[in-house]
Structures are given as structure tokens and as C-alpha cells.
Nanobody, 128 residues
């Protein structure tokens, strides 16, 4: 059973930074693309970023390119999301995500239907 546990919730002002972490267990972490999504009340869960198992390919939503960085440490079974220059509209619950199949590519992890496992979510609040 794959488990994903996020840490790093925070409240920051506009332009601030937050770093989220997600520790995975229950699968061979280095073989799997990992990703991050976010969701605000009343809206669908939306893709933020994904990274391949070997870290050689990262894929971002257009809205976060140049401000967010996804990375991973396979020795620690951990994926990170560094978020800089945050905006109030990015206030959301952020979810770590893993596919069911190790063949899922980072650019394919951009829709919730391709996610097999979710973390519990962590709140990020950006105040103006």
C-alpha cells in the first residue's frame, strides 16, 4: 500500500515562499514519477508540477513556471515543491501524488485521473 505524507503547510504574505515535502512509502520510489496538485473550495483539483523518477524531466503548469520548483531525493523517498513569489490566488490545499504505474511519464501526470495515490493534503495560505 503506497502512502504519501506531506509536510510544510504555511501562511505567507504575497511574494513569500513555502517549501512542501512529501515522504512516500510502499513502492520503489525511484521508479515512479511524482507530482503535486492543488485544490481550492468549489474548484477541481489542478495540476501543479511533476518530476520523473530519475529527476531528469520536470513538468509544470504554465501558471507556476519560473516560480515553483519540483525536486526529489530518491535516497530519502521524498519529493519537494519549492514555491516562490506566491500569490493570494494560490491559497489552496496542496496534494502530493503518485501514479499506479511506473511507466507514467512526468508530462502525463497532469490530470487527476492518472493519479493512483494521494497524500492527505497540506494547507498553504497566501495573504495579500
Amino acid at each position: 500500500q503506497v502512502q504519501l505524507v506531506e509536510t510544510g503547510e504555511g501562511s505567507v504574505q504575497t511574494g513569500g515562499s513555502v517549501r512542501l515535502s512529501c515522504v512516500a512509502s510502499g513502492h520503489t520510489f525511484s521508479l515512479y514519477t511524482m507530482g503535486w496538485f492543488r485544490q481550492t473550495p468549489g474548484k477541481e483539483r489542478e495540476f501543479v508540477a511533476a518530476i520523473s523518477g530519475s529527476s531528469n524531466r520536470a513538468f509544470y503548469a504554465n501558471s507556476v513556471k519560473g516560480r515553483f520548483t519540483i525536486s526529489r531525493d530518491n535516497a530519502l523517498n521524498t519529493v519537494y515543491l519549492q514555491m516562490d513569489s506566491l500569490k493570494p490566488e494560490e491559497t489552496a490545499v496542496y496534494y502530493c501524488a503518485a501514479p499506479r504505474s511506473p511507466s507514467t511519464l512526468s508530462q502525463e501526470m497532469n490530470v487527476p485521473s492518472r493519479v493512483g495515490y494521494w497524500g492527505q493534503g497540506t494547507q498553504v495560505t497566501v495573504s495579500s
